[in-house]
């Protein structure tokens, strides 16, 4: 693509294209109603990648009347390999027909899967197309798993919040890709938490340290865009930061802890100490935020990409009389209190299945999922913590959902794009 319009040419002629599509499936089945065991339920993939190969997997695990029929992702070699690797899955390899006028790829490429008469869709490309991507999937009446987080700024949130509310009144599933909260272990641990086991919660702790990850060297005949796509984890305005992109799940599994109350005020500090060179973008590779609530109540977030140093995934909530631990593993789940230990011992399940299984369960019924709320706040206390270690300010929970911050850059082209300068701590200014 030599070309491509402006956001604001680019989001107007995106919708203006949609409503055929969306007249044409809202005439083939009712938004929101029921569906029949024996329809089948046409799923459409967009975003390519590991993640969204995963998700395309588990959904077609998830019913017997399931077909991807569609798939879209920026890159033709991402999504053939994709659906090259799914295609040798024999449990789900009948069950998978995208034929190559279904095979789309460019910045369009989610509006043509949309139009081309799925049902649900996938949405596992990097988190700053989600909202533009959840949108025109709700605008169309379709079902959407969303993987997290939602939004790579305020703006994106808010577009977020209205579109989930949308859904609701469409009658249309919202899934969200938090997908801890969907963990057997997770949720026996937060109901003792919420049926008062260890007391009034006071503190919280969430971390996230682990090694570095993929990094894809420039090749010569990239364009700006073309790298930054490519390597899209390493640029704000492509993955909100690690803060945003991946610690979401262990401060969601916080904001859960606390009945889906949100701080008061954040502030923080971060930088770059490993990865200081250009190939790695603008983002940070350590973050730690102290956010605070309106009862006083404190949750203190430590995140790290680092070589050579300790791992720690987890969660910890102390209380009045008792302190409760969340870990990804068997026996992780733990209380300690009045009333003596416990241990998770029950059922472990697949999260990620187990998202499917649901999702797919409520389309069915008719009884639709909606995970916006959560999902959406979520994003936003990571945002906020990367505003505060951005800037250096303290950030409070109406300045970070009202920032008019917008990340999306001037047009989506396949040409120059000049990298954001990397956030100075007390010099960067709070938008």
């Known amino acids: 693509m030599s070309h491509s319009p402006s956001r604001r040419d680019f989001l107007a002629t995106s919708a203006a294209a949609l409503t055929a599509g969306v007249a044409i499936h809202t005439a083939s089945r009712a938004i929101g ?186 090749q010569p005949d990239w364009t700006d865009m073309h790298w930054q796509m490519r390597n899209w984890y390493y640029f704000t305005w492509l993955s909100g930061d690690f803060n945003v992109e991946q610690h979401v799940h262990f401060l969601d599994v916080c904001a859960w802890a606390m009945n889906n109350r949100y701080p008061v005020r954040a502030v923080g500090m971060g930088g770059r100490q490993q990865r200081t060179g250009a190939e790695y973008g603008n983002i940070f590779d350590h973050h730690s935020v102290v956010y605070e609530y309106e009862d006083g109540a404190k949750l203190f977030s430590n995140t790290r990409q680092m070589r050579g140093c300790k791992n720690d995934m987890s969660a910890h909530v102390v209380g009045s009389k008792g302190r409760a631990s969340f870990r990804e593993r068997r026996g992780g789940m733990t209380t300690t209190g009045e009333g003596g230990d416990w241990v998770y011992r029950g059922e472990e399940n697949n999260i990620y299945q187990t998202e499917h299984d649901e999702m797919f369960a409520a389309i069915r019924a008719g009884k639709p999922i909606n995970n916006g709320r959560y999902m959406a706040h979520s994003t936003l206390l990571a945002i906020m913590g990367r505003m505060a270690t951005y800037t250096g300010r303290e950030i409070t929970w109406e300045q970070a959902l009202n920032s008019k911050e917008d990340l999306t850059p001037p047009e989506y082209a396949w040409g120059p794009l000049p990298v954001r300068p990397i956030s100075v701590p007390g010099v960067t200014e709070f938008k």
């Open 33 to 218: 109603g029921p569906v029949a065991g024996s329809d089948l339920l046409r799923v459409g993939l967009i975003g390519c990648g590991g993640r969204g190969t995963g998700a395309a997997s588990q959904a077609l695990a998830a019913d017997e009347n399931v077909k991807l029929v569609a798939m879209a992702d920026m890159f033709d070699d991402r999504l053939q390999t994709s659906l090259k690797g799914l295609r040798k899955r024999e449990e789900i390899a009948a069950k998978i027909d995208v034929p190559e006028d279904r095979q789309f790829t460019g910045f369009d490429g989610y509006q043509r899967l949309i139009e081309s008469g799925v049902d649900v869709v996938l949405l596992a490309t990097p988190p700053q197309f989600r909202p533009l991507h959840l949108k025109a999937a709700v605008d169309a009446g379709l079902h959407v798993f969303a993987e997290k987080p939602v939004a790579v700024d305020a703006p994106g949130v808010r577009s977020v919040l209205a579109t989930c509310k949308e859904a609701k009144a469409k009658g249309v599933s919202i899934v969200s890709g938090l997908c801890l909260r969907y963990g057997y272990g997770f949720q026996a641990l937060i109901k003792r938490i919420h049926d008062g086991e260890i007391g009034r919660v006071h503190t919280l702790l969430a971390n996230d340290y682990r090694g570095t990850i993929w990094l894809r060297e420039r």
